[in-house]
């Protein structure tokens, strides 16, 4: 199963295909039960707060990609504007791994000081999709 | 035959100079560019500022220091990173002054922004609301990233318009 899903990402980051958001929850809990054998899935909630919280430092998510995720969203140091990042506004995303890693990289060490976490990633994943 | 070769002469000589005294000489030094990885990466968060307003010596820095880049993480994969690199170099600006034996990182502290702008234009601009900062060049220059900064797609925002002194 592992062996399949990496190879499906693999493609995607090859240009062959797109990936799919749900493809991503399921590569998110996979890498969960390996940080945490007692992984118990992923919260809407959690993610959703974790998404406003800017975690004891200067940034949230919201800072940039709008309170509200189906809204546009301006980036807080330049300005620029940016697509929604909900899924339902925005089809392109969480369908490239190559930019899902990338902006997790950069993001989750401009908010967090840190790289995130699969079970945070997926927390904030499945409330993304949430918002209509 | 030497009058009218003169006479020519003279009136290019005049056009010439009618085109140094309009300012348009400045934004012909930004001519639009095409790289597709330049423009989606820089561009992501900013408007992908031309090559040519920085040195090499000031991009090689920049892009040595992406990790921690004006206060937030720019990282970009190796290929990427080199690819964009070189075409920064190939296309920077040359015979650069640095300032203080070190290579300029910002767009706006150079000589050639300054009196570009700073000499035009009064300090509160840059705060309005709808400008932010030196950095946001689409809030005047509407089709910067585009790479176009000509004096056509020049609006100044609502409430200043030229002559710049306006309200000073």
Known sequence: MRLILAATLLATAAGVRAETPADFLTLFATQAKQENPAFSGFSADQGQRWYASTHGREWSCASCHARNPAARGERADTGKSMAPLAPAANPERFTRLDKVEKWFKRNCNDVLGRPCTAQEKGDVLTYLLTVR | ?168
């Not at chain 2, 190796?78 to 170099?89: E, G, K, N, S, T």
């Not at chain 2, 790479?147 to 797609?153: A, K, L, P, V």
């Open chain 2, 1 to 168: 035959m030497i009058l009218p070769l003169s006479r020519h002469h003279a009136t290019s000589l005049g056009a010439i100079l009618v085109l140094v005294a309009s300012g348009g000489v400045a934004d012909e030094r930004i001519r639009p560019l095409n790289h597709p990885a330049w423009q989606q990466e820089c561009g992501a968060c900013h408007v992908a500022y031309p090559p040519q307003l920085l040195s090499a010596p000031s991009w090689r820095a920049i892009m040595n220091g992406l990790d921690q880049h004006f206060g937030t993480d720019a990282r970009l994969d190796p290929h990427a990173h080199a690819d964009i690199l070189r075409f920064l170099v190939q296309n920077a600006g040359r015979g650069k002054t640095p300032v203080r034996g070190q290579p300029p990182l910002r767009i706006t502290e150079t000589r050639w922004f300054i009196h570009e702008h700073s000499e035009e234009l009064p300090a509160w601009i840059w705060k309005r609301s709808d400008v932010k900062s030196p950095a946001n060049c689409t809030a005047c220059h509407t089709a910067a990233d585009r790479g176009d900064y000509s004096e056509r797609t020049l609006r100044l925002p609502k409430g200043f318009s030229k002559p710049y002194h306006a309200e000073d």
